[in-house]
């Protein structure tokens, strides 16, 4: 039997502000309902909704420890739960409580078993980035293959999911980044234009390859630095997607301007609402380690930090000098 001791390590904040409020020490470790399990973590990892709760953009009530997924091993599960036992493998989203810590109460809805041949750093991947990524793909835009999208930032953990996903689904992919180094890692991805923000012309460069049609599908998780260049770029009647605020919020839209840029479509998805149920939970992610096992989909790693770097992590999300996912090595489980 696997004894879970009373405090734990964990990532917390008191209330909202930059890095620094990120504090590293000791806390309860949290007790389980009968629907929930709880999982020693091994794998969590920095998402942008991460930054916004410790900011303030999204409301916590405090002290909060924040991370919103993670991959461990299950330590113990509540009476009602059925599909877990003590010692499976498994990833999860959307805890009871934050993934900063060294364990997590996590609804057993909200939870999938790994794979043998699935490690832990491909599991958190694959969870709030890659579960993101293909609900964007598969199920915000009713696409056909052969037609054109945008993502911006395609050398980012999501966007590089994206445009994989994207291409195996038959889309043509035209994707921004802002330096060579990041074209560069794009490019072995599979993107079919690949747009540098900080140096070419970026509606230029989309209408040249749509034949001045635009494209049928905008995914933005830039926000406010991006999403009149979103509008721009999309032909009419085409989708475009506001998934991210990582420059700032999009402001209010007037919906009589959508008129004037070809009777668009605008929609702000969360992930919440793709993951209804178990079962939607469990076939994305089935979809996306079948991808995983027939080499469709490919990770960029990014740095990884321990759970006293947390601080650090934060910075390098939010400076947009490093590539890839960014991962937090609670412990050396495996």
Known sequence: MTTVPATMK????????????????????????????????????????????????YKLQYPAVIGRDGAGVVVAVGENVSKYTIGQRVAFVFPAAGAYAEYCAVPQSKVVALADDIDFDQAVTMMLQGLTA??????????????????????????????????????????????????????KLGADLIINSQ??????????????????????????????????????????????????????????????????????????????????LQDRFDDLTNMVKEKQLTFVNGPTFGLDEVQEAHRAIEDRSRVGKIIIKVSDDE
């Not at 991460?50 to 953009?57: A, E, F, I, N, Q």
Request: glycine residues 10%; negative net charge.
């Open 10 to 57: 964990a990532v917390y904040i008191d209330g909202p502000g930059g890095p620094e409020v990120l504090q590293y020490g000791d806390r309860p470790v949290p007790n389980i309902t009968p629907d929930q399990v709880l999982v020693k973590v091994s794998r969590s990892s920095i998402n942008f909704i991460d930054v916004y709760h410790r900011t303030g953009l």
């Open 134 to 187: 293909h609900y964007l793909v598969c199920d915000t835009y009713p696409y056909k293959p052969g037609d054109s999208i945008l993502i911006h930032a395609g050398a980012g953990g999501t966007g590089s999911l994206v445009i994989q996903i994207a291409k195996a689904k038959g889309l043509k992919v035209i994707t921004t980044v802002s330096s060579e180094e990041k074209r560069s890692i794009v490019e």
């Open 199 to 280: 140096t070419e012309d970026i509606i230029a460069k989309v209408m040249e390859f749509t034949e001045n049609k635009g494209v049928r599908y905008v995914l933005d998780g830039v926000g406010l630095a991006t999403y009149q260049l979103s509008m721009k770029c999309v032909g009419k009647r085409g989708f475009v997607v506001f998934f991210g605020n990582a420059s700032g919020p999009v402001p209010a839209i007037d919906p009589l301007s959508l008129t004037s840029h070809g009777s668009i479509f605008i929609t702000r998805p969360t992930l919440v609402d793709y993951l209804q149920t178990s079962e939607e």
